[in-house]
């Protein structure tokens, strides 16, 4: 199961101190979501259940090989992002800022143990909107090309 | 982790008592395997891992809008089978007629819990090769339409 949050971005943090991952993303279904993803040199199969705050989720082991041969399977739009990784109280804000079709896209998530700590989080001052039960803020739906902003 | 004998057959015995299923399967990728399946009335996405007796497997719900959505997706063939559960002693035969493009093939799976169970299994004397070990009698390399027969 994972529980995470996602907000929109009011202003960006200096990044120049973080560490970052270069995640591509393509979707072969929506509903259940089937996501192959690469990030950095490792490639990882997704398959997300129904939800909005927890939502089942599975990662499986791809090759470069296999992440090839599905990508042209892929529904719509190809995600391209930087990910970085910073650190904020006891969690880490996976901060997404897209690139491609999806310029100027900015968006964090931040994964919790529990639904409680996650409905407890107090979120930085530099985040926006909490869009956590948007659906269209999805990258699953964002890779349809319709985007909320 | 999913651990059987594969096996061809020497004659079939009666089926008129045994429960069946009609299963339909294809391919989006075979290294790893990544499978959808249609069990009667039920969908499922399949990834298996490397392995010939015993191979790491995961099963996860599909839909029907889902697997129509992923059909054309597939490589090859369009594996359609009628799965009989054949019981004996502890365990359940499932004996698999393929169809179409794939007759006169059929096989028989035995699932079990531990590879020492495996090993000491004694096939029934209507059973003929072992060919666990033989990757062009998985369903991944038969729908490719190169068969061993």
Do not use: C
Not at 54 to 65: K, M
């Amino acid at each position: 199961m994972e529980i995470e949050r996602k907000f929109t971005i009011k202003e960006l943090p200096d990044l120049s101190n973080y560490e970052y991952k270069k995640l591509t993303q393509a979707y072969l279904n929506t509903d259940p979501v089937i996501r192959i993803r690469r990030e950095d040199e490792k490639y990882i199969l997704t398959y997300k259940g129904k939800g909005l705050l927890a939502r089942e989720e599975h990662n499986l082991p791809l090759n470069a090989e296999s992440f090839e041969h599905l990508l042209p399977k892929a529904d719509g739009l190809v995600i391209s992002k930087t990910r970085y990784l910073i650190p904020y109280e006891k969690y880490t804000i996976e901060l997404d800022i897209f690139e491609g079709d999806l310029v100027p896209l900015i968006m964090a998530e931040v994964e919790f143990e529990s639904e409680d700590e996650a409905h407890a989080f107090v979120p930085p001052s530099w985040f926006d909107k909490d869009v956590t039960q948007d659906k269209r803020y999805h990258n699953s739906n964002l890779s349809k090309g319709i985007t909320p902003f």
